[in-house]
């Protein structure tokens, strides 16, 4: 026993004591999310996905463990995993033999499978039934197409090799990142036996269903919907909630008339409906606050007020109270909410790590917890304990001495407060100097968090410091922080951010001050190509995935509403402030070398925007390279080959520049 003991021991100090992440290990990087307590809580299923080398792809798995991390197994291929109201089995969607996506239920004790739908759509999303009996499932319906042209000299019975019918757009929302050209539509809902057998249709034309489906009692669904159907106004403002009785179909709006609001979730008893929400469409960013339903009175409670962010996802437990996580400050919390006296507290006080919720079992919590060195793995919290049940890369990862991730928080010269973190290399020495990377994120309104990233720790790695902030505009600090920058993106604020980030560290006197560098991607890489116009400092600069030139962003991006929003008034009234805040116009004042990298499929941020900047640079005499990332929509490493192209890219690029 003793002689085992040591040689674990030495093992332990053997891996520990381990040199730098290599980039080849990224190939191995296993990653877990979306664990689901079964209803009994004797069960988890949760979803896993690794790297297949050869064939370039990431796979994804649904495994099955007992309910304290023991016995995992692989269980199914699928999406969309459910369990049913008696634990006895798991339904999920997969494609059928026609390629049709279908809804497939799996016995848990024989594993047999039985395929239950045999419809003519695509089953997107669907929910099981209280008592077992039914499926409610969504489907999308196609809008008649009655714009054809009739081609003269058609012969009945001849085939002719002519010309595809050409796409016809009529709506300002017509495509999307990742599926490209959208069919014209709704999303419609339908109940089917659990057995199979045909489906009937229990939703009309003027719904489009959304998301967040379940049944609040074996009559009634529950559901995020939109029934505004504005093609002009921008698609997440125009969500409600909606509860619709299967049988005689009434459909009912039972969040308020005006606002935005989704994510129902119906209480143990069923007599109360939380979700969240907020009054106005008229912001930019904003945390919506939870509302509670009470279905005796039919009024609406507003039970939050002031929050940092978004609640994500809301679960109801025993005695009248809820529990979801937000971003607050970097970290994803989980809070709990007593809805008689609206008392809001953390689950695990002081937390700065990251746990997303994804199931609840009477008092315990399910979800993944991802710290500074380690990514996601999932875990249970139990009267405020946390406990991880899997550990898929510790061995692998335990092979490597990483860098440490340190907090800074700093004010703005306008007195602004703002948090961010560090990462050293491995083997720092605070007597030395490293060279910096500042990396922007993306959205704008989004929240960096000292998370595990594997690109920034061979960053570290290869011996920069890696810093990234949140610049006024990010989530997790509450609305005000994050609206402020509401007609006023890329402006003087987030910039004057950006830059006391690197003058608080650079004060340190651990930074090679000629050796300095700024990268984003989507959003930072807007910002990105924002303090290159505006700042000298870095000796090069990567702008990934940009927005260069709000005018023609608009009407080739698939977020065309959202980008109008953006500003006062439409370029044709006044175009001013488009091009004020469109980085291309501080071209002239560029002097550091800019590497440019986009996905040829991008229509989030499309390829032009890229490459009209890299061709004013060209013409402006300052050192420029264009990247055309294949295969690959918005951002450039979905691919796992273009992950390693992006990285040797970036650092290949800023080792030929130094000031």
């Given at each position: 026993?003793?002689?085992?003991?040591?040689?674990?021991?030495?093992?332990?100090?053997?891996?520990?004591m381990?040199?730098?992440?290599?980039?080849?290990?990224?190939?191995?990087?296993?990653?877990?999310?979306?664990?689901?307590?079964?209803?009994?809580?004797t069960?988890?299923?949760?979803t896993?996905?690794?790297?297949?080398?050869?064939?370039?792809?990431?796979?994804?798995?649904?495994?099955?463990?007992?309910?304290?991390?023991?016995?995992?197994?692989?269980?199914?291929?699928?999406?969309?995993?459910?369990?049913?109201?008696?634990?006895k089995k798991?339904?999920?969607?997969?494609?059928?033999?026609?390629?049709?996506?279908?809804?497939?239920?799996?016995?848990?004790?024989?594993?047999?499978?039985?395929?239950?739908?045999?419809?003519?759509?695509?089953?997107?999303?669907?929910?099981w039934?209280?008592?077992?009996?039914?499926?409610?499932?969504?489907?999308?319906?196609?809008?008649?197409?009655?714009?054809?042209?009739?081609?003269?000299?058609?012969?009945?019975?001849?085939?002719?090799?002519?010309?595809?019918?050409?796409?016809?757009?009529?709506?300002?929302?017509?495509?999307?990142?990742?599926?490209?050209?959208?069919?014209?539509?709704?999303?419609?809902?339908?109940?089917?036996?659990?057995?199979?057998?045909?489906?009937?249709?229990?939703?009309?034309?003027?719904?489009?269903?959304?998301?967040?489906?379940?049944?609040?009692?074996?009559?009634?669904?529950l559901?995020?919907?939109?029934?505004?159907?504005?093609?002009?106004?921008?698609?997440?403002?125009?969500?409600?909630?909606?509860?619709?009785?299967?049988?005689?179909?009434?459909?009912?709006?039972?969040?308020?008339?005006?606002?935005?609001?989704m994510?129902?979730?119906?209480?143990?008893?069923?007599?109360?409906?939380?979700?969240?929400?907020?009054?106005?469409?008229?912001?930019?960013?904003?945390?919506?606050?939870?509302?509670?339903?009470?279905?005796?009175?039919?009024?609406?409670?507003?039970?939050?007020?002031?929050?940092?962010?978004?609640?994500?996802?809301?679960?109801?437990?025993?005695?009248?109270?809820?529990?979801?996580?937000?971003?607050?400050?970097?970290?994803?919390?989980?809070?709990?909410l007593?809805?008689?006296?609206?008392?809001?507290?953390?689950?695990?006080?002081?937390?700065?790590?990251?746990?997303?919720?994804?199931?609840?079992?009477?008092?315990?919590?399910?979800?993944?917890?991802?710290?500074?060195?380690?990514?996601?793995?999932?875990?249970?919290?139990?009267?405020?304990?946390?406990?991880?049940?899997?550990?898929?890369?510790?061995?692998?990862?335990?092979?490597?001495?990483?860098?440490?991730?340190?907090?800074?928080?700093?004010?703005?010269?306008?007195?602004?407060?703002?948090?961010?973190?560090?990462?050293?290399?491995?083997?720092?020495?605070?007597?030395?100097?490293?060279?910096?990377?500042?990396i922007?994120?993306?959205?704008?309104?989004?929240?960096?968090?000292?998370?595990?990233?594997?690109?920034?720790?061979?960053?570290?790695?290869?011996?920069?410091?890696?810093?990234?902030?949140?610049?006024?505009?990010?989530?997790?600090?509450?609305?005000?922080?994050?609206?402020?920058?509401?007609?006023?993106?890329?402006?003087?604020?987030?910039?004057?951010?950006?830059?006391a980030?690197?003058?608080?560290?650079?004060?340190?006197?651990?930074?090679?001050t000629?050796?300095?560098?700024?990268?984003?991607?989507?959003?930072?890489?807007?910002?990105?190509?924002?303090?290159?116009?505006?700042?000298?400092?870095?000796?090069?600069?990567?702008?990934?995935?940009?927005?260069?030139?709000?005018?023609?962003?608009?009407?080739?991006?698939?977020?065309?509403?959202?980008?109008?929003?953006?500003?006062?008034?439409?370029?044709?009234?006044?175009?001013?402030?488009?091009?004020?805040?469109?980085?291309?116009?501080r071209?002239?004042?560029?002097?550091?070398?800019?590497?440019?990298?986009?996905?040829?499929?991008?229509?989030?941020?499309p390829?032009?925007?890229?490459?009209?900047?890299?061709?004013?640079?060209?013409?402006?005499?300052?050192?420029?390279?264009?990247?055309?990332?294949?295969?690959?929509?918005?951002?450039?490493?979905?691919?796992?080959?273009?992950?390693?192209?992006?990285?040797?890219?970036?650092?290949?690029?800023?080792?030929?520049?130094?000031?």
């Amino acid at each position: 026993m003793r002689k085992t003991f040591i040689s674990i021991s030495l093992l332990f100090s053997i891996l520990v004591m381990g040199g730098g992440l290599t980039q080849e290990s990224y190939w191995d990087i296993q990653s877990v999310s979306n664990p689901l307590i079964s209803p009994d809580g004797t069960y988890v299923i949760f979803t896993k996905k690794f790297i297949d080398k050869k064939n370039d792809k990431r796979i994804t798995e649904h495994w099955i463990m007992n309910k304290d991390g023991s016995n995992k197994r692989f269980f199914v291929e699928g999406s969309n995993l459910k369990w049913s109201p008696g634990s006895k089995k798991i339904a999920y969607v997969k494609e059928d033999e026609n390629d049709t996506s279908q809804i497939y239920v799996k016995n848990l004790i024989n594993e047999s499978e039985s395929k239950i739908t045999n419809f003519g759509h695509n089953v997107k999303d669907f929910s099981w039934s209280p008592n077992e009996e039914f499926f409610s499932f969504s489907a999308f319906q196609e809008y008649e197409d009655n714009w054809i042209i009739d081609i003269p000299g058609k012969v009945d019975g001849e085939e002719y090799e002519w010309t595809e019918e050409p796409t016809v757009v009529t709506t300002m929302h017509w495509r999307a990142d990742r599926i490209g050209e959208l069919e014209s539509g709704e999303n419609h809902l339908f109940l089917v036996d659990s057995s199979g057998g045909a489906a009937i249709k229990v939703s009309d034309w003027g719904l489009d269903y959304i998301d967040d489906l379940h049944w609040l009692n074996n009559s009634q669904i529950l559901f995020t919907g939109n029934n505004s159907l504005d093609d002009l106004q921008t698609p997440w403002k125009q969500t409600s909630v909606f509860l619709l009785n299967v049988q005689n179909k009434k459909l009912e709006k039972i969040s308020d008339q005006k606002g935005v609001f989704m994510k129902p979730k119906a209480s143990i008893d069923g007599k109360k409906i939380a979700f969240i929400g907020h009054p106005s469409k008229d912001y930019s960013s904003v945390a919506h606050d939870v509302y509670v339903h009470d279905i005796s009175s039919g009024k609406n409670k507003q039970s939050t007020k002031n929050i940092s962010s978004s609640p994500k996802n809301l679960f109801w437990l025993p005695g009248n109270q809820l529990v979801f996580d937000l971003d607050a400050r970097g970290s994803s919390k989980v809070m709990k909410l007593d809805i008689d006296n609206l008392n809001l507290t953390e689950v695990i006080s002081d937390f700065t790590d990251q746990f997303f919720l994804s199931s609840v079992h009477k008092d315990s919590l399910y979800g993944t917890h991802a710290t500074p060195n380690r990514p996601g793995e999932i875990a249970s919290i139990m009267n405020s304990r946390l406990t991880r049940l899997t550990e898929f890369n510790e061995l692998i990862l335990g092979e490597y001495n990483l860098g440490k991730t340190h907090e800074v928080n700093y004010q703005a010269p306008d007195g602004t407060p703002i948090q961010g973190w560090y990462i050293t290399p491995p083997d720092f020495d605070e007597n030395k100097t490293y060279p910096l990377i500042l990396i922007i994120h993306g959205g704008p309104h989004a929240m960096y968090r000292p998370a595990f990233n594997y690109s920034w720790h061979q960053f570290a790695s290869d011996g920069y410091v890696v810093l990234f902030t949140n610049p006024r505009g990010s989530t997790g600090y509450g609305t005000e922080f994050a609206n402020v920058i509401d007609n006023d993106y890329p402006g003087a604020g987030d910039l004057s951010d950006l830059l006391a980030g690197v003058d608080y560290i650079t004060d340190k006197g651990i930074i090679d001050t000629s050796r300095m560098y700024v990268q984003g991607c989507s959003g930072g890489g807007v910002l990105t190509a924002w303090v290159v116009g505006h700042d000298d400092r870095f000796a090069a600069a990567a702008s990934l995935c940009p927005v260069t030139n709000w005018i023609s962003m608009v009407g080739t991006t698939d977020i065309p509403a959202w980008t109008f929003e953006w500003f006062d008034k439409p370029f044709w009234e006044d175009p001013s402030n488009w091009l004020d805040r469109s980085p291309i116009m501080r071209t002239g004042f560029i002097n550091t070398p800019t590497l440019f990298m986009t996905g040829v499929l991008d229509i989030r941020t499309p390829m032009p925007q890229t490459e009209e900047m890299y061709v004013a640079l060209k013409e402006a005499g300052v050192d420029t390279a264009l990247i055309r990332m294949n295969e690959e929509w918005h951002g450039t490493s979905s691919k796992p080959s273009n992950w390693f192209r992006t990285y040797g890219y970036l650092t290949e690029w800023y080792e030929r520049y130094k000031k």
